[in-house]
């Protein structure tokens, strides 16, 4: 079974950079588009960013993270990594890595990812 852990949040001053990772068991995340969402309290959960499946498109942002945020993969380590920099208070959210095991090849969708990680939480506070 699809398995992924994501790990890296933490507190970070507005304006500061965090690094999550999204490591993968039990499958290969290059066969699959993977996808990192956030939800903030009392908000929907949203897309981020994709990296599509197999590679085969650029990597696939929310115009609220466009040119902050940096999706990349790692096939050796079998991870995904979403860098994030200049940190923005509203940018405060759980963030969780997906899988699209149902073959999408892009998306920042909610329904077109089936298997989800626990989250990790990013604070951006003074």
């Known amino acids: 079974q699809a398995q992924v852990v994501e790990s890296g949040g933490g507190l970070v001053q507005p304006g500061g950079s965090l690094r999550l990772s999204c490591a993968a068991s039990g499958f290969t995340l290059d066969y699959y588009a993977i996808a990192w969402f956030r939800q903030a309290p009392g908000k929907e959960r949203e897309g981020v960013a994709c990296?599509?499946?197999?590679?085969?498109?650029?990597?696939y942002y929310a115009d609220s993270v466009k040119g902050r945020f940096t999706v990349s993969r790692d096939n050796a380590k079998n991870t995904v990594y979403l860098q994030m920099n200049s940190l923005k208070p509203e940018d405060t959210a759980v963030y969780y890595c997906?899988?699209?095991?149902?073959?999408?090849?892009?998306?920042?969708?909610?329904?077109?990812?089936?298997?989800w990680g626990q989250g990790t939480q990013v604070t951006v506070s003074k």
């Open positions: 990296m599509s499946k197999g590679g085969s498109h650029p990597p």
């Open positions: 997906a899988v699209g095991t149902l073959g999408v090849i892009r998306s920042l969708s909610v329904p077109d990812f089936d298997s």
